[in-house]
């Protein structure tokens, strides 16, 4: 994009009123690019809450991820999904449903502040939702200002109810972007197009820090596991690895590919994630729902009942060693260096000069894997820790490990 804006050759005033909106919108993105400089983690509303969400609810939520330690761990915002809204005043400023929110948004990021938490809210570009509530097609400038004054962090932004080409997405979202950057607050920018559009090759240039790159995840290991009759459409975690692995080049500090948000602890509850073939998954399951997102640098939104987490969803969400992989200052998405016989390894470089490996047995039964370090390109031997056993080896040139039905163990290599 940097180049695309110097090629025209045009003469005098038009020239350098291109180059002046040229280095207004450069300096936009590279402000907007600092935002999320690690992938954002938090409390997203959707999977457990759907448009019910209520104040009291996000009060909730904030005063359990204090108790529990989810917010000293790093995840630090609260996103408000769709629901929220209740129309718009005689002024046309957008407002919360009274009902729902009755103490108003900024009254509720006072609160959330307070504790050290962001907050962050939902619209759309287009008029209505995809739950049917007021949205901000036509009033992104003034939407931006209202989400700026309430103190809102971030801004997770649907496309339900827009045109299918992805001419009017770009427009659509570099509309918000601006508006975003020019509120006055900052104001990280999600992009939620669902994928359809290849997001990942423009959504930075127009302003997002993070973009969907594929439809709403379901409490699923995979689709190809869905119950005859099932309708389609619903994805699963490995689904949405897969298609992020293809992704790799595009993620970097401030701009992230998101697969959606974590299941971990839902086990099949109703509600959005439990439609589509949403069964549940086992805890092996979620823990490689976790330890694939983590490699893949990907956005890390618990959806459960944060409240009331039982011991394996705590202590799948709070290993210190595996967020620090997914928050590695470096931003590397892990690559996929092997995809064979139902196994996958994934290689993460770290900033400290260390590696994350991740393998994972796609296949329905225990199996035992095998790899010489130097299949990965890393010569010579190594320490190991187990993120999630904890063992610790040294000397390593060659991984050995029985991994369960749908298990992945992530290691950290150090020379
Ligand atoms: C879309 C999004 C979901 C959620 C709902 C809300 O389906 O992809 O993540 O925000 O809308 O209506």
Known sequence: MQLSCWSFKLKSKA??????????SLTGFSQRS???????????TWNFYADKITEQDVKTIADAMVANGLVQLGYDYIFIDDGWQGGRDKRNNIIPDPKKFPSGIKALADYVHSKG???GIYSDAAPLTCAGYTASLNFETQD???FAAWGIDYLKYDYCGAPSDKETAMDRYRTMADALSNSGRDIVFGICEWGGRQPWTWASEVGGNLWRIDGDIRDKWSASFDAPGTPKGGIGILDAVNRNADLVAYAKPGAWNDPDMLVVGLYGRKGPSGDLGGVGCNDIEYQSQMSLWCLQAAPLMVTCDVANMNAATKRILTNKEILAIDQDPLGKQAERKINENNWQVYLKPLSDGAYAVGILNTDSTTRKYSLPLSQLGLTGKYASLNVWSGERKKNQSKLSYELKAHETIVLKLQK
């Open 117 to 119: 938490i962001k907050l």
């Open 15 to 24: 020239f350098i009123t291109a180059a002046i909106l040229c280095f207004t």
């Open 34 to 44: 600092k935002l999320a400089p690690t992938p954002p983690m938090g409390y997203m």
């Open 144 to 146: 931006a200002k209202t």
